[in-house]
C-alpha cells in the first residue's frame, strides 16, 4: 500500500530512540514561477540568496517579538523532544521542535548574536550554507504549526512562529512551496483554495438543496451572495463536496433554517482557510482576510458565522479582527466572528432546536480536538470553550460519546498530520506517520469503549483523516464532521 | 592593595557593567519590538489579573514544565529554588546590618548549595544520557553546567570544608559598593569561587541565560486573550492599513 514503512500501533514505541536523517528525502514541490508572482515573491532561488535570507531574519527579527524572544531564550532543556508527533511518528530527531527550531537558531547565533560571531564551534552556531537552506525547505515542511511543544515549553516557545518565520524566508528568496502558494494564488484570483467559480459553486449548492429536499421533504436553504441577509457564513471550500465535510455544511443549513435565521454564503469569499499564516506572510494573510471584510459589506450582513475548519479559525478568532477589522459596522451584540458550534450551541441551550439523539444511536462517538482550535483560540466567553462546545454539541446530538486518553485531547491534542500547509500528496509519508500518535489513541478507544467513529471540527484534519486512516486499519467513513451529527439529529419543520 | 585585589575588584565592576548593561539592552530590545498578532496559548487568561497569575506560576512553580515531564521539572526546580535561597543568603555579604529576613534564612540558604548542585548533574546527567537530549547539545550547554557546578561546589566548599576570611571577604565587597576598596583575601577557593561568578555575570546577556527575562516577553504566555474584543494592531502593520478604504 505504501513504499515506506506505516507504524504499527502494536508495537511502536510510546517514546522511540532518535534515528538520524530518515525524514531528511522529505520536502514538497516547489512553487512554479507564476505561483510565486502571483503573491510577489521571487520565481526561483535567486542569486543573492544568502544576503536576501539574512536580511529577511533581521527584518522579521525586528518585526516579531516572538522570534527574536524565542530565538535567544530556549536553554535546550529537552521537555519538547518528545511533544511533536512528526518526531513521534518518524523518530527523525529533527523533528524534534527545538531541533528544528535550532536549523535556524544557529544561523540566526552565527549573525546575530556575540557567541555565534566569535565562538561558532562552541555555540553550534553555522554560516548560512546552500545545505542548511535545503534543509529549512525539507524541515520547516515537516512542522504542521499545531503549537504541541509551545504547551509544553517553560517560555512558550512555540516551533509555528519558527516555522513561519523559515517559509518566509525561503519564500523571499524563491523557495516557495507549490501546495501553499498555489492555493493562495487561486483564493486572489477566484475567492477560494479549490479555485471553485461563482457558478459551480451555485450550481453545487442548488444540488444540496435538492438532495436535502430528497430526504427530508424540507426545503432548506443553501443561499449563494444573497444581499441583506442576516449571517455570512464563511466556511471552507472542501466543504463543498469533500466527505464528510459537505454533510457539515447540510448541517448548518439545517440549523440555520430551523433557527429562522437568515443567511449567505459569499462567492467572493468563499474560504475560511488562510493560508497566508501557513506562509507566515501578514501581507498575504491580511489580504485574504480582506476579501472576508469586502464580502460582508457587499452583502450588508449584520453578522459573521465560520464553519468548521481549524486554522481558518485560529485566524478568524485571533487575527481577522487585527487584519480587517474594525467590525463596528456589524451587529454589536456578536463576537465577531463567531464559530458555527457556539451558533449552534447557543439555539441548542436556548431549546430552538429539536434533536433526536437516536438518529445517531449506530456510532460510538469520539472527538478530535483540531490543533489551531485547541491552543491558539477561543470558543464561548470562557477559556476551555474550543473543548467543551464541540462536546456538549455531540453529546446533545449522540447517545454514545467517549473521549480518548486525557493526554491526547484538549490542549494535549495531537494535531491530524496534515495541518500547516502538509496535506498534499507530496508528503504522504509525513502525514501517514504524523498521523501515528492520534491513529494510536483511537485504536485504545476503538478496542476498549467500541468507539466507531471520531468528529472532527476542520476540513484539514477531516481530509487528512479520510486519506490516512485506511493505512492503519480503520476506514474512511469513519470520520464524520460534528455538523454531520447534528444534521442526523436534527428534526426540521415546526417545533413539537 | 595586591595585584589580586585590584584585578578582583576591576573584574567585578567589569562584570557587574555587562550584566547590568547588556540585559538592559536586551529588555529594550524585546520591549520595542512588536508583536503584531495575538498568539497566546488556549486556554489563556482573558483579564490582565489572570495573566499576571499565569506568568506568576510559570515563573514560581514552572507549569508548563511540570506537565511536560516530572524529571526535568524536578531537577530543574532543585537547581532554581536551590539557587534562589543560595543567592538570597548572600545578600548578607552586601548589606550592613544583615536585614533580619536574610539572617533567618541562612541555615536554609547554606544547604540549598546542594540541592542546586543535586539538581545540576540530575540536568547533566540527563544531556549526557537521554539520547533526544545529548542531540540537541552544544559544548556551551555543558560547558554552562559546569560552571554552575563549579560555582556550586567551591562555593559549598567554603561553607562547609574550608571557611574563608568571611570579614575581609565582606569588607572587600562593601568596599566595592562604595568606591573605598578593601583587600580581597588571597584564598585558593575564594578567587575560584569569585572569578566563575564573574564569567557568568558576563555570559548572562549573551547566552541561553536570557532566558529569564525572555520568559516575560513570551506572547503565548504573557498576551490576554481577548482578540475579538479589543482590536490589537502593531505600529507596522497599522502602516499597512493607509492604503484601505
Known sequence: MADFEVPDLKTYPRLPHIHEGVMAHSKPFLAKPEMQADLGFPGELIDNWQEVALDKMGELLGKYRSFQVYLDSCVKCGACTDKCHYFLGTTDPKNMPVARQDLLRKVYRRYFTFAGKYFPKLVGAVDL?????????????????????????????????????????????????????????????????????????????????????????????????????????????????????????????????????????????????????????????????????????????????????????????????????????????YPVPQHICEFTWDLIQRGALTLDKSANDDMVVTFHDSCNVARASRMGDKPGGQFHIPREIIKATCNHFVDMPIDTIHDSTFCCGGGGGLLTDDLMELRVKGAMPRMRALKQVAEENGVTHMAAICAICKSQFTKVIPYYGFTMDQIVSVHQLVSNAIVLGAKQ | MSAVTVVYALLFYVATAILVGGLAYRIYKYAKTPAPLKIPTTPAPVTGFGVVLRMFREVAFFESLFRSNKWIWLFGALFHFGLFLVLARHLRYFTQPVWLWVYLIQPFGKYAAFAMVAGLLGLWGRRLLVDRVRYISAPSDHLMLALLVGIGLSGASMTFVSHTDIVSLKAFILGLIYFDWQPLPADGLLLIHLALVATLMIVFPISKLLHVPGVFFSPTRNQIDNPREKRHLAPWAAELERDRT
Open chain 1, 129 to 333: 550554507t546552500k545545505d542548511v537552506l535545503d534543509e529549512w525547505y525539507s524541515y520547516f515542511h515537516q512542522c504542521s504549526q499545531c503549537r504541541r511543544c509551545s504547551v509544553f515549553c517553560p517560555y512558550g516557545i512555540d516551533t509555528a512562529e519558527i516555522s513561519m518565520a523559515a517559509r518566509e524566508i525561503l519564500d523571499s528568496v524563491g523557495l516557495g512551496q507549490k501546495y501553499c502558494n498555489e492555493i493562495i494564488g487561486k483564493v486572489f484570483k477566484i475567492g477560494n483554495n479549490l479555485g471553485l467559480p461563482g457558478p459551480a459553486l451555485k450550481d453545487t449548492l442548488e444540488g444540496l438543496e435538492e438532495d436535502v429536499l430528497d430526504d427530508t421533504g424540507v426545503e432548506v436553504r443553501y443561499p449563494l451572495d444573497e444581499k441583506g441577509a442576516e449571517v455570512l457564513l464563511i466556511t471552507p471550500s472542501a466543504d463543498f463536496f469533500a466527505e464528510p465535510h459537505v454533510d457539515g455544511l447540510i448541517g448548518y443549513g439545517k440549523v440555520f433554517h430551523q433557527a429562522g435565521i437568515s443567511w449567505t454564503m459569499s462567492s467572493y469569499a468563499s474560504e475560511a482557510a488562510n493560508f497566508g499564516m501557513f506562509i507566515g506572510s501578514y501581507e498575504n494573510m491580511r489580504k485574504v482576510a480582506l476579501r472576508i471584510r469586502k464580502a460582508a459589506l457587499d452583502l450588508g450582513v449584520k453578522r459573521i458565522v465560520f464553519g468548521e475548519c481549524g486554522h481558518a479559525w485560529r485566524v478568524a478568532y485571533s487575527f481577522l479582527n487585527t487584519l480587517a477589522g474594525p467590525f463596528d459596522f456589524l451587529d454589536p451584540r
